[in-house]
């Protein structure tokens, strides 16, 4: 089950906590998106420990990939998809918390489509 999340609390709790609870949020981001797409994936805690290890290059390969799985839920549930993956990738190089609420907002919408 995808947990919707209010987009606004999670920017300004990682401003607050200095970004701790932003790699929780990126965590949650990507389980969401794993149960989303219904598909086996690199879990949140280790997409966490990649993209600290790898000085965020994993993170713009994870923002990718995040796109691609978030285009097949939307696809499984016949709704709409384009190329997300490019514009996320973009976005994590410029502002990365523009392109996790970005994908937060379809996941958002993807948990609203389920109910």
Do not use: H
Not at 33 to 57: D, Y
Not at 81 to 99: E, K
């Amino acid at each position: 089950m995808i947990q919707q999340r209010n987009i606004a609390v999670c920017i300004i709790l990682s401003i607050v906590t200095c970004g701790i609870y932003g790699l929780y949020w990126l965590a949650c981001l990507t389980n969401d998106t794993n149960t989303a797409a219904g598909t086996e994936g690199t879990s949140g805690g280790m997409t966490v420990l990649l993209t600290i290890i790898t000085c965020n290059i994993y993170g713009l390969y994870w923002a990718y990939k995040q796109g691609e799985k978030i285009d097949v839920a939307k696809q499984k549930r016949g709704i709409p998809s384009s190329n997300s993956g490019v514009l996320y990738l973009i976005l994590c190089l410029l502002i990365p918390v523009v392109a996790w609420a970005l994908m937060q907002n379809e996941l958002n919408n993807l948990a609203a489509t389920n109910n």
